[in-house]
């Protein structure tokens, strides 16, 4: 079956490591790029550090949604 692929665990353990997992990643995602990502003001960066290490999976989400329109030009066309 399906889940003896996955080293013996139920559908349950699964849906639990996945959503452990999943905002752990984002997390990781948005404070890896706000770190190399360039912003028109140094301060824009420390602030979203601090809003994704304090609000882990909603500082993520944030980050992605907002931050784009804080970001230098040169660092945009990159996206």
């Given at each position: 079956?399906?889940?003896?692929?996955?080293?013996?665990?139920?559908?349950?353990?699964?849906?639990?490591?996945?959503?452990?997992?999943?905002?752990?990643?984002?997390?990781?995602?948005?404070l890896?790029?706000?770190?190399?990502?360039?912003?028109?003001?140094?301060?824009?960066?420390?602030?979203?550090?601090?809003?994704?290490?304090c609000?882990?999976?909603?500082?993520?989400?944030?980050?992605?949604?907002?931050?784009?329109?804080?970001?230098?030009?040169?660092?945009?066309?990159?996206?």
């Amino acid at each position: 079956m399906i889940t003896s692929l996955f080293l013996g665990l139920g559908q349950m353990e699964l849906i639990l490591i996945s959503a452990m997992l999943l905002p752990l990643l984002l997390t990781l995602w948005a404070l890896i790029d706000a770190i190399r990502s360039n912003f028109t003001k140094d301060i824009n960066k420390l602030i979203w550090i601090i809003v994704i290490i304090c609000v882990p999976f909603l500082g993520g989400i944030l980050y992605f949604l907002l931050a784009r329109s804080q970001k230098s030009i040169t660092q945009q066309g990159k996206l």
